[in-house]
């Protein structure tokens, strides 16, 4: 604004109109004389995502299928819950880490979003869901747990979460945010550092370095003993009474044994970490070469778990039928359940 000669009062206006009330291009910005919009128009683009299709499941998840600027995929899910819904926003384009139960990774990585690639999809769900210039509601939370490894786009991200905390704007504060890593520890030791933090959670999905080698090869440049001294560390910025997690996806015959399970707990148990685990039953998908766990499996591995002093939840699956579920964005169509986006603004 400084450069336009312009007041800065007109700068907040800006930030406000874009962020609280959600406003997708300069022009809706009714309040500013008309020349400003033009000249913003000009040498600024207020958005910058296009959507392709919008998915919506039988359980109320909806899954939004983004493109970037320069047409890659960008994929965005919004979850209702009863007392509170959460938005899960990818930070990449595919994804460079080749988990074998994944179906992200066979996307390979196409690049890291921008800061506001990441601010931009939580718009699209937020006013897909509640309607544009609407308040956001309190207790929406917000997961980075979309395609992509968050913490290799670490700076995009941090920024990411600055702009959304801001009260000026959707005002959605660390405290309500939880960024999913598998693993990359020197970031894991960084956002130990930071004051105004998300939440943690760390994907182990197996309790020895043989079987997560297999499973996830990021574990071959940060071994289970480097990964785990990380979240140690970690630990020391923990709040009185916060745990971060760990996420373990439950592979039918692959990790989810009772031995697995007793191997785990001690594990956890051997470093003494304050985190509780969350058993996510595997989400399957055609070229994956895995089955979920059988429910008797996950209750035996969850009192296992339990019965060492580790708390542990099932996570139920969402979206599984729209391929909005946890290790199934790829930009995948599904003709059936496709709808067109705008007819419903109502919240859930
Ligand atoms: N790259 C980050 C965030 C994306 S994955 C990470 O690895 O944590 C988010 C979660 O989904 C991870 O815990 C991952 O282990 C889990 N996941 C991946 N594929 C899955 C699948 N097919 N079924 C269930 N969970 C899966």
């Known amino acids: 604004m400084q450069e336009l000669g312009e007041p800065a009062y007109r700068a907040r206006q800006i930030f ?3 962020h609280s009330r959600r406003l997708q291009s300069f022009d809706a910005i009714t309040e500013l004389p008309k020349e400003l919009r033009a000249a913003l128009g000009k040498r600024a683009t207020a958005s910058t995502l296009t959507l392709e299709s919008r998915y919506v499941s039988e359980d109320g998840t909806r899954r939004y299928l983004l493109k970037t600027h320069d047409g890659l995929p960008v994929e965005t899910v919004f979850i209702p819950e009863e007392r509170r819904d959460t938005i899960c926003f990818s930070s990449q384009s595919g994804c460079p880490l080749q988990c074998s139960f994944c179906l992200t ?3 390979g990585l196409l690049r890291s979003l921008s800061a506001g690639e990441i601010v931009e999809q939580v718009v699209i769900a ?3 869901a509640y309607g544009v210039a609407t308040e956001t509601p309190h207790g929406t939370n917000l997961v980075g747990m979309g395609a992509g490894e968050p913490f290799l786009a670490f700076e995009s991200l ?8 801001d009260p000026a704007g959707m ?21 130990a550092t930071i004051s105004d933090r998300p939440h943690l959670a760390v994907s182990l999905a197996a309790p020895t370095d043989e079987l997560r080698d297999q499973l996830m090869p990021i574990n071959k440049k940060w071994p289970l003993q480097e990964l785990l001294g990380a979240c ?24 989810d044994s009772e031995d697995h399970a007793r191997q785990l707990a001690n594990l956890l148990n051997r470093h003494q970490l304050r985190a509780k685990v969350n058993l996510i039953p595997h989400n399957p998908a055609a070229p994956l070469p895995y089955l979920p766990s059988t429910p008797m499996a996950v209750e035996k591995f969850q009192a296992i778990l339990e019965a060492k002093g580790i708390p542990a939840f099932v996570r139920r699956p969402r979206g599984r039928d729209i391929y909005a579920a946890c290790g199934q964005l790829a930009a995948r169509g599904s003709e059936n359940v496709a709808t067109s986006m705008g007819s419903s603004n109502a919240a859930p």
Do not use: W
């Not at 941090?158 to 905390?165: T, Y």
């Open 171 to 191: 005002h959605i504060v660390p405290g309500r945010v939880t960024v999913s890593t598998a693993g990359i520890v020197p970031r894991i030791r960084e956002l």
């Open 126 to 128: 937020l006013n897909d």
């Open 16 to 18: 406000a109109a874009l």
């Open 158 to 165: 941090m920024k990411a979460l600055r702009v959304m905390a």
């Open 105 to 107: 990774a066979q996307l």
């Open 232 to 255: 140690k560390e970690f630990e020391k910025s923990l709040k009185p009474g916060e745990r971060f997690t760990f996420e373990y996806v439950m592979l039918d015959g692959v990790n």
